[in-house]
DNA sequence: TTGTACGCGTTATCAT
DNA sequence: ATGATAACGCGTACAA
């Protein structure tokens, strides 16, 4: 049925040894033999078995991706980087959602080591740490500090917040609100807080801050948010939202409201996700394509045993726009 | 290092055979011989090679899934539901971006076979009918009749392009424009224009049609066409978009130039996107979800070799909201 | 330069 | 009920 390493032999006349040489361009062969060997492989239509080939090499030239949701623009648009790197070094991508479920998270966990996958970008993170280290395969995480043996990859999450909160200061709002996911989660996204919170208490801004609740990912878990802020605070005119989808339900809210933007309210956003409706939105970009190159080259490197950077911080730039 | 079958079967002082056994719970087996196994696995933390299972199996309980880019929020909705059906029947995803490259995707169709998944969902189509028959896999596609042997999922496009232009026509608009990707893709989506056209026609309603070029997938390549449009065509009063995020840039040019949604201009989308500023556009729904589901299930029964609905068109939903 | 023989980890076919 | 042994398709010492 299908044709193996061992027809092409048999046809050609010579040993599957030898085939498996010229498939792998090893040691030395005489260049009629390759000549042979390819036509035969041509013409009987044949394609290695990547199976056997990661069973035998032990390696698969797989890597597993875990996020949270793919559906998120941030996490679609970084997944798309990751792919395209990973096809440019050889590598595949299996990819998985955990939708924050930490059962969903062990399970593919334990899925893609059972498929033998070289290594895992995790960008999901409901497990413990203790669950992570004894993760025992090549792993590289986003935005997310774990133990000093693992490498992440953020961007500065403490100098976006700082950039954001002193824009919406320098055009003299006098209470700012900081929406957010969930705090609890350990991720370094919590910078953005830390930096809002110390530049508007220093400054002696007013301020309030609201969070979704943990399970809170989903696009409409925003809208109650985001209305109750308005309703018990009407006198807000700065919101730092902490993801562009959020910052777009406010944008949202205030047209709902009647609020001009930027004149009442000013609006920051945090990603700089490219999506339909965000054009005019002001931000703070993250570098979203080099996020996705670093994951992949670092997991590599990772994978090959060589010195991999633990800790990768990139720049992220202001995006003023239009909301404030 | 890794501890194989082997392992346990020496361990418990049985054959590599009955391991095997009680891992596949087939044959028979006492019950105790099933207790020492399992805690010989459990203390040796054994996991079975998903590798070496598929290689013997001759299944590897992957199945690829082809797209022009997950980044487009329809692919990546889409794609959440795929990956949650297939996780749901025991089935790894592997994420290929054909970035409508028909080189890409020829190559990642090679490696996807290669690397012996069960079947391919395509939701790219850059090659020839010819290529996709060669492809020789269960294969399922989504939104193109490629030929009468391979089953595809698509919703009712010629009833969705029905709605949106009715609608418009009800809603009294004189001129009306079509927008969409490019109509050379022999694509099902064609038939949206087909029964745009059919029923301006019929109408005597005055129209005009806008096509991005054959690479036109980004978000950014909407812009000009969008533009364009309203320079030569200042008196529109209707548009008829043909995805959602094309309707996004019209209304937002709209709102550069100051035209009134929807009291001088009526906007209908396609998709039904869940996605920030877009909750307020009159659309034409496809059911996302059930695509996604059925994409996979149907793909399922293809690679058990049983009877597989060879045509599936699904209902479409008119979403009237305040852009009309 | 080429071939033999074994290993990769698991399942399947026959035995017993 | 349990065990040898041969596949599955390929890579690679080691030998020649």
């Not at 199976?51 to 798309?80: C, E, M, N, W, Y």
């Not at 824009?167 to 929406?179: D, E, G, N, T």
């Not at 562009?244 to 933007?261: P, S, T």
């Not at 700089?272 to 409706?277: C, L, M, S, V």
Request: proline fraction near 4%.
């Amino acid at each position: 049925m299908t044709v193996t390493i061992k027809d092409i032999a048999e046809k050609v006349g010579v040993s599957v040894t030898t085939v498996s040489r010229v498939l792998n361009n090893r040691g030395y062969l005489s260049d009629s033999l390759k000549q042979r060997v390819q036509e035969a492989m041509d013409e009987l239509n044949y394609q290695p078995n990547e199976l056997a080939r990661s069973l035998s090499r032990r390696k698969s030239h797989v890597i597993g991706l875990i996020i949270p949701d793919i559906s998120h623009p941030f996490f679609a648009q970084l997944t798309k980087h990751i792919e395209y790197y990973a096809y440019k070094h050889g590598y595949k991508l299996m990819l998985c959602n955990s939708l924050l479920h930490r059962q969903k998270e062990k399970e593919y966990i334990d899925l893609l080591r059972a498929s033998q996958v070289d290594g895992i970008i995790m960008g999901s993170h409901t497990m413990t740490v203790k669950d992570y280290v004894s993760i025992r395969l090549p792993l590289v995480t986003l935005d997310r500090q774990i133990s000093p043996s693992i490498p992440f990859i953020a961007s500065d999450n403490y100098r976006g917040g700082k950039l954001a909160t002193d824009l919406l200061i320098r055009k003299s709002c006098r209470k700012i609100a900081y929406l957010s996911g969930n705090l609890r989660l350990h991720l370094l996204a919590k910078q953005r807080y830390d930096a809002f919170m110390e530049t508007v208490q220093s400054r002696g801004v007013e301020h309030v801050v609201r969070e979704t609740d943990l399970n809170g990912f989903k696009y409409k878990d925003y809208e109650p948010l985001v209305q109750g802020l308005f309703a018990e605070h009407p006198d807000i005119d700065g919101v730092f939202a902490s993801s562009d989808m959020l910052a777009q339900q406010v944008l949202r809210e205030c047209r709902r409201l009647g609020r001009a933007v930027p004149e009442q309210v000013k609006v920051v956003g945090y990603d700089g996700i490219q999506a339909a409706g965000l054009d005019e939105l002001t931000t703070i970009q993250q570098p979203i394509k080099e996020m996705g190159r670093l994951a992949v080259e670092h997991l590599l490197l990772h994978m090959a045993g060589e010195e991999t950077p633990l800790e990768t911080i990139l720049p992220v730039r202001l995006l003023e726009r239009e909301t404030t």
